[in-house]
């Protein structure tokens, strides 16, 4: 197959098409991603992506657009996603190349996909939408736009009429079923359950090697659903409980916040920011680690479904800390490997207390379930083949 990928992020930011592109070529087929500059996390173009419009990774041809810079504030956000919905539209209208199947992965925001379905009603070609984000639903949950306001019916109806104009979808967790149903009205894609590969496997880096006491790792986006407040509350009441440390690599919108409340408390030496880095080194912070926290607001659709992250830390083979519920808690009780919270700090530090009192081999038998379960279902290779299946379908 000559495949089109179009997705708003590519390497070197960290994301899952990064992977899936690269195993479509490894299983035979061109491949040509549509993307922006890369930015997400570089707080402005990356360093020497300047100018780069047009480069070959690991046997994919890449073609980049000119891309407003995201950095921190609403305003800057919004230029962000419009530069890459305009940009990628008018490479469509230009290209003269030629390809079987488009696929896309909506991430945020599903105006991101728009060069797909464009290529593909001008080409007459099938369209496969991987989705792993819902729009406007992301929006409201957010709190950035108000429940059934004017701007929320604008975004509906885009976004509902984005959906339409693809072939098929795949979702990335079975609750987006419910969404399509019951608030856009979408009933006829398919909506076949096909999460995201993790975002990586195994560790390449050097592992960290923590000193005494219980360490605890999150990785992931610092945002208003990630209940970052509830992993400090924790933290400052593990204090009188004995060296308990909680690592926390990533970035977003309450990093500031998060810092903050860090240093108020005066927690730094039990709270330690690493900031935002590849996944292959993060990972560095998960071999050695006690247990892995995973943390969502169970709120909306988008507070039920399952984050990358949670796939990625199940095959470490460690225990989870989860404060999630929906998708994510079926999920973990499934595993039997996760330490499942309230969304109440009292529980998590009670439980975690208790968890820290285990030997070595009750914790190491813990996290051997999830890499067991890990392994049965979400081997990368097996999620790709998947993909590769439907997209074959489509073109017969």
């Not at 019916?153 to 079923?177: Q, V």
Request: charged share 20%; glycine share 8%; with cysteine.
């Amino acid at each position: 197959m000559k495949i089109l990928v179009v997705c708003q992020h590519y390497f070197p930011e960290n994301f899952a098409i990064n992977e899936i592109t690269r195993q479509l070529v490894c299983f035979g087929h061109e491949v040509t991603v549509l993307t922006g500059q890369p930015n997400y996390g570089f707080d402005g173009i990356a360093k020497g992506y300047e100018n780069v419009f047009h480069e070959v990774i690991d046997g994919v041809n890449v073609h980049r657009v000119k891309i407003f810079p995201r950095r921190s504030g609403r305003l800057s956000i919004i230029k962000n996603y419009l530069s890459f919905w305009a940009h990628s539209k008018a490479w469509t209208r230009k290209t003269k190349q030629s390809f079987d199947v488009v696929y896309s992965m909506s991430l945020s925001p599903i105006i991101s996909v728009s060069a797909g379905n464009l290529y593909s009603k001008k080409h007459k070609v099938p369209h496969l939408l991987h989705c792993v984000d819902l729009w406007p639903e992301s929006t409201v949950v957010t709190k950035n736009i108000k429940y059934n306001g004017l701007l929320y019916r604008f975004l509906l109806s885009w976004s509902r009429r984005i959906y339409r104009h693809t072939t098929e979808i795949l979702i990335g967790s079975p609750s987006f079923k419910n969404y399509f149903d019951d608030v856009l009205k979408i009933k006829d894609k398919g909506l076949t359950y096909v999460p995201q590969p993790a975002l990586v496997n195994v560790c390449s880096e050097d592992p960290i090697n923590y000193p005494e006491g219980t360490h605890i790792v999150y990785a992931g986006n610092l945002g208003s659903l990630q209940l970052l407040d509830l992993l400090v509350d924790t933290a400052d009441k593990l204090k009188s409980h004995g060296l308990f440390y909680f690592h926390v690599i990533g970035m977003g919108s309450m990093k500031a916040s998060f810092l903050q409340d860090i240093k108020q408390r005066k927690l730094e030496d039990r709270v330690i920011y690493h900031g935002p880095m590849p996944s292959q080194k993060a990972a560095g912070y998960f071999v050695n680690a006690d247990a892995l926290w995973v943390s969502l607001k169970n709120e909306g659709i988008v507070g039920k479904t399952i984050p990358n992250k949670l796939i990625m830390y199940l095959g470490f083979g460690k225990p989870i800390i989860g404060v999630v519920g929906g998708d994510s808690k079926t999920l973990l009780q499934e595993t039997h490997g996760a330490i499942l919270c309230n969304e109440d700090s009292s529980d998590i530090s009670e439980q975690i207390a208790r968890f820290a009192l285990l030997s070595k081999k009750e914790k190491a038998l813990i996290g051997s379930r999830n890499k067991k379960y890990f392994d049965d279902h979400f081997q990368s290779v097996q999620l790709i083949r998947a993909i590769e299946h439907h997209l074959l379908d489509l073109i017969k």
